[in-house]
């Protein structure tokens, strides 16, 4: 059980191009879904909490308008990275909680993102 | 600012030869603390949630234990595949998790 999946696991683009990852709960519903960078050697960072059915709340840095996240069903969120640069290249890694009575978080196998 | 420090870094063990990683954390209101491994280019595995000082939980090889102020990952007689990265979270009063750097894991044959 509690099984997120991420699609895809490797993307590569264009600098300027934009990018869509997919994370969905298999098997459960997640009201809150989480998005983590990751760099080389370094543990997780938080880019943003989203509710379904509600605007995500980003950390502090992390641009909003770059990095749109859209949480549309309980199984189903998206991270768009708008007009991605080099510097966006990273492991991009979503989580989900499968409810307000679970602290949990369950992690997806990550997306490998490089921009060109 | 809650914080979450592991130690050590790095840990080479020899297959069977037991150890202890650790993760000492500063947080006020601990909701729960939580250990994930993580392989290299895969997302953080769920292990263990412990919620109160003196809970412990195992699972084959391993071993979790909480005090007020720091949690332990007992690796009991370890086989390579239990080569990886462990990373240790706790959450406070927000729903985000704090990570602590990890502790990279490599047992030898």
């Known amino acids: 059980g509690a099984v997120v999946s991420q699609h895809p696991s490797r993307v590569i683009c264009k600098s300027g191009t934009s990018v869509k990852i997919e994370c969905r709960s298999l098997?459960?519903?997640?009201?809150?879904m989480f998005w983590y960078r990751q760099f080389p050697k370094q543990s997780l960072m938080l880019m943003a909490t989203?509710?379904?059915?509600?605007?995500?709340?980003?950390e502090q840095g992390v641009e909003k308008d770059k990095f749109l996240i859209n949480h549309a069903s309980l199984t189903l969120s998206t991270l768009t990275v708008t007009s991605a640069h080099p510097e966006d290249s990273s492991f991009y890694i979503c989580s989900a909680r499968p409810g307000a009575a679970s602290y949990e978080q369950y992690f997806g196998p990550g997306t490998r993102l490089t921009v060109t | 600012e809650d914080q979450v420090t592991q130690s050590p870094e790095a840990l080479r063990l020899q297959e069977g030869e037991s150890s202890s990683l650790n993760c000492s954390y500063t947080?006020?209101?601990?909701?729960?603390l939580f250990w994930y491994r993580q392989d290299p280019g895969k997302g953080p595995e769920f292990l263990f949630t412990l919620y109160s000082a003196g809970e412990e939980k195992e699972k084959e090889r391993l071993k979790a234990t909480l005090t007020k102020k720091e949690s332990f990952l007992h690796i009991t007689a370890p086989k390579p595949e239990d080569s990886a990265t462990y990373l240790c979270?706790?959450?406070?009063?927000?729903?985000?998790?704090?990570f602590g750097k990890g502790t990279k894991l490599t047992v030898n044959p």
């Open positions: 098997d459960f519903q997640a009201t809150t």
């Open positions: 989203s509710n379904e059915g509600s605007k995500a709340t980003y």
């Open positions: 979270a706790v959450q406070a009063g927000s729903e985000k998790l704090v």
């Open positions: 947080v006020s209101g601990l909701r729960g």
